[in-house]
């Protein structure tokens, strides 16, 4: 069993408040990926699953695209799913972090064809995309309405935006535990973790349409994960780099509740359950 103060514990967040906390996380986001660049693979089950359903919501788009753009390619999982269903596309792909795009370079090799940017996604597209795509990766976004807005603005008449995403029931079971941890420990708050700011599905179709998209199609599942135990699984949580971007102190006593409380409300038959609510989204632009 792991001492609590073995696993650096990074699921406190901060409120957003100004251009420099914006700023902030942004690097705290590129920070906390770049790190896990070499584990995420081993430990992203749940993020392949969302690319393979994400690929199949897109269907026939993704085919006669001549133009692709991917937002958040990571260590390019969905950049091969893209090449392999359509090999003549010109096909761009970037990501925050400048090791992630050496990672997913090395998986696709350079016979891919693929045109690697370091950028940030949240910003004016420059060009005419057929298809615009993202896996696990908006809920990251600082200024999702503007970008959304900006994406229809990038993409060809007929262009489709197509993303998966998390909504804030994610790691619901966390959520709770930390308040009962708070609680009994008289804490006068409870501190947030990043995944309830996650913006929901009715949050994205919002933003959708308001960003000038006019068909747009959603999905949300529910999809439970399990551990061995709780710190196993804030371990692999670590391993993904899908932690706080901006993280607060937390005691070792805090800690400690916090596990007790996930493994007593939560635990059975030796496993702990942890929830994923995946959001995919097909927009039109027409
Ligand atoms: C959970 S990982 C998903 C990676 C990949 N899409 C996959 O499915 O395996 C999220 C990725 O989004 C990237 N990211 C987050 N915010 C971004 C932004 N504003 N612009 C570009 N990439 C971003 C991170 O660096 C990270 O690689």
């Known amino acids: 069993m792991l001492e609590p103060r073995e696993i650096k514990t990074q699921f406190e967040a901060a409120p957003v408040s100004c251009m420099q906390d914006v700023m902030e996380v942004k690097q705290g986001i590129r920070r906390n990926f770049a790190r896990r660049a070499q584990s995420y693979d081993r430990h992203a089950g749940m993020q392949r699953l969302m690319a393979h359903r994400l690929v199949a919501a897109v269907g026939g788009s993704l085919a006669g695209a001549r133009c692709i753009l991917e937002i958040g390619c990571g260590t390019g999982y ?94 619901q079971e966390l959520a709770e535990a930390m308040n009962r941890a708070a609680r009994s420990l008289k804490l006068p708050a409870t501190p947030p973790i990043p995944a309830q700011g996650f913006g929901d599905r009715q949050a994205w179709s919002d933003r959708l349409y308001q960003a000038g998209f006019s068909q747009v199609r959603l999905a949300r599942e529910m999809v439970t994960a399990t551990f061995p135990s709780v710190p196993e699984f804030l371990k692999a949580l670590q391993a993904t780099g899908a932690t706080n971007p901006r993280p607060g102190p937390i005691s070792p006593r805090l800690l400690t509740a916090l596990m007790e409380a996930y493994q007593t409300n939560y635990g059975r038959d030796g496993v702990i359950p942890v929830s994923y609510e995946m959001i995919w989204a097909v927009a039109e632009k027409s």
């Not at 940017?117 to 896996?135: F, H, K, M, P």
Request: glycine share 10%.
């Open 78 to 171: 969905l950049t091969g799913l893209l090449r392999q269903a359509n090999r003549e596309a010109r096909l761009v792909a970037l990501d925050l972090d400048a090791a992630l795009v050496a990672a997913a370079r090395r998986r696709l090799g350079p016979e891919a064809g693929v045109a690697w940017l370091v950028a940030d996604g949240e910003t004016q597209l420059r060009g005419s995309y057929d298809l615009v795509i993202a896996n696990a990766t908006f809920q990251w976004f600082t200024r999702p309405g503007e970008t959304l807005a900006a994406y229809y603005l990038g993409l060809a008449p007929g262009g489709v935006l197509a993303f998966s995403t998390l909504g804030p029931q994610t790691f």
